[in-house]
């Protein structure tokens, strides 16, 4: 186990590397109440295009996926939504994708343990079917509008767009509607079973100890 110490804030971390290869960070708070999880994986709206790692099949896929991914892995198979059901065990819980990650997190005073067994569950347990995922299509499409008419938002994306001519990180981390309408879920699973594998992921926990 790897120790970092920053006598600055006073303050440890534990790090520890799992056998299946996932990072696991530990920083105990004795002063908190709150409990805090937060875990990601190297995905975001920059990685598309990859190699599969087990046919090294190359793939392109459209933009927007990451974020598209993120917003598909709370469903489940019983019709259930997973930030419903940690809603309604009182803790805080919110997803993110970014030009660079994707990350699953949540806050909590109580019921923690079983807040980290569902978010490890659908975490590890995605579920994708035409119906579902061209059901997203229309939800993530009133996204990009919503941010299409923020003014600070088109500043940003037109700045990025200026300074960058390839790299895609000049692209909107939510795609376009028109590159989401390519999304499938074979796309889906491909960019899953890649990108979420255990030795690309890391849990942070925040608590008492």
């Known amino acids: ?12 971390a ?26 990601g994986t190297h995905f975001g709206s920059i990685d598309n295009h990859f190699k599969m790692p087990d046919t090294k099949e190359e793939v392109y896929i459209p933009d927007g996926v990451a974020h598209f991914l993120e917003h598909k892995m709370f469903e489940q198979p019983n019709g259930t939504n997973s930030l419903d059901t ?7 819980a919110n997803a993110y994708t970014t030009n660079d990650h994707t990350a699953y997190l949540f806050e909590c005073t109580n019921h923690f343990y079983e807040g980290l067994d569902e978010l490890m569950d659908y975490v590890q347990h995605p579920y994708f079917t035409d119906e579902n995922v061209e059901k997203e299509k229309g939800i993530i499409g ?18 990025m767009d200026c300074m960058y001519q390839e790299n895609p990180i000049k692209i909107d981390i939510a795609g376009s509607i028109e590159s989401i309408s390519k999304i499938t879920p074979d796309v889906l699973y491909k960019c899953y079973n890649t990108f979420y594998h255990p030795s690309n992921m890391t849990m942070v926990v925040v608590r008492q100890f």
């Open 142 to 159: 009133q996204e990009i509008k919503m941010y299409d008419d923020e003014p600070s938002w088109r500043l940003y994306m037109n700045a």
């Open 14 to 39: 534990y790090i520890e590397k799992l056998e299946n290869g996932m990072k696991v960070i530990i920083v105990p708070k004795p002063e908190l109440d709150k409990k805090y999880v937060i875990w």
């Open 86 to 92: 940690l809603m309604a065990l009182g803790l805080d």
């Open 1 to 12: 186990m790897e120790i970092m110490e920053s006598k600055k804030i006073k303050e440890k």
